[in-house]
C-alpha cells in the first residue's frame, strides 16, 4: 500500500531508454531499418534530434515525406527483427537495479508501464530479476498504434486502490511520457539516456534530468 506524506510517491517507469539501456540497439536496429529501403545511417544526436512518436511521422522527418506502406512494412519487420536479436545483450540503465530495490525497500510502490508488447516484455523484465520491484507490469497488448496516454490510463485504473492516485510521477525519456502523465492527471520526470535530445525534452515543461538517481529525487520533490 502507498504511504501517506511526502514519501508515497508511486513511480510509474517506462522501459526502453529509461529502466532498459537499449539505446544503441536502436540504433542500430534503425540503421538495418534504413539500409533495406536505400537510406544513409544515422547517428544517436540526430536520431536523438529528430525521434517523434508515431514513428511514421519520425521517418517523415528524415525522409521528407511519410514512408509508403511498402516501405513502412519492410523498415518496421527489418527495425523489430534487429532490435530483438541485440536487445538480449542490453542492460539495465546504470544504477536501475539498486534504485528499485531500495524503493521497495522502504515500502514505497512503482509500476511499470511499457509499448513494447507484453509477451515480449515479461521474458527480459524476468531475464533481469527486477519484476518482483514492480506492483504491476503492463506491455501494451494488441494494436501497435495505439498511444502511451490511453494505455497509462488502463495501467492507473488497474493500480486504483494499491497507489495514492494524487501522488503519481512519471519517469520516461520521451516527451510522450510527459504527454500521458497529463493526461492521467500525474506529474513527469525526464531521463536524457533514451530517444531523445535535451533540448527536444526540456520542450515538455517537466524535471529534466541525466540520470535515474536524479529523476527519483525529483519525482520526490514534485509533491514536495
Known amino acids: 500500500m502507498g504511504m501517506n506524506g511526502s514519501r508515497g510517491t508511486h513511480i510509474v517507469w517506462d522501459w526502453n531508454g529509461t529502466l532498459f539501456h537499449d539505446i ?3 540504433i542500430e536496429a534503425t540503421n538495418a531499418s534504413f539500409r533495406e529501403i536505400g537510406l544513409p545511417p544515422i547517428t544517436l544526436a540526430r536520431y536523438r534530434d529528430l525521434y517523434c512518436v508515431p514513428v511514421p511521422r519520425f521517418y517523415e ?3 521528407g515525406r511519410l514512408p509508403t506502406d511498402e516501405e513502412w512494412e519492410v523498415m518496421d519487420a527489418t527495425f523489430h527483427r534487429h532490435y530483438w536479436s541485440r536487445a538480449e545483450t542490453a542492460a539495465l540503465t546504470d544504477g536501475a537495479r539498486q534504485l528499485l530495490s531500495d524503493r521497495q525497500a522502504a515500502g514505497l510502490t512503482q509500476s511499470l508501464c511499457s509499448l513494447a508488447p507484453h509477451d515480449q516484455l515479461m521474458p527480459i523484465v ?7 520491484h514492480f506492483v504491476r507490469v503492463d506491455g501494451r497488448i494488441g494494436r501497435s498504434d495505439t498511444g502511451k496516454a490511453e494505455h497509462m490510463a488502463r495501467h492507473l485504473t488497474a493500480l486504483d486502490g494499491s497507489v495514492v492516485r494524487d501522488r503519481v510521477v512519471v519517469i520516461g525519456d ?3 511520457d510527459a504527454l500521458a502523465a497529463a493526461h492521467v492527471g500525474a506529474r513527469a520526470v525526464l531521463y536524457t ?4 535530445s535535451r533540448a527536444s525534452l526540456e520542450t515538455a515543461g517537466v524535471p529534466v534530468v541525466d540520470s535515474l538517481a536524479e529523476a527519483v529525487e525529483a519525482a520526490e520533490d514534485l509533491y514536495g
Do not use: N
Open 193 to 196: 539516456g533514451g530517444s531523445h
Open 61 to 63: 522527418r528524415l525522409l
Open 24 to 26: 544503441d540497439a536502436v
Open 174 to 176: 520521451a516527451v510522450d
Open 126 to 132: 524476468r531475464t533481469h530479476g527486477i519484476e518482483q
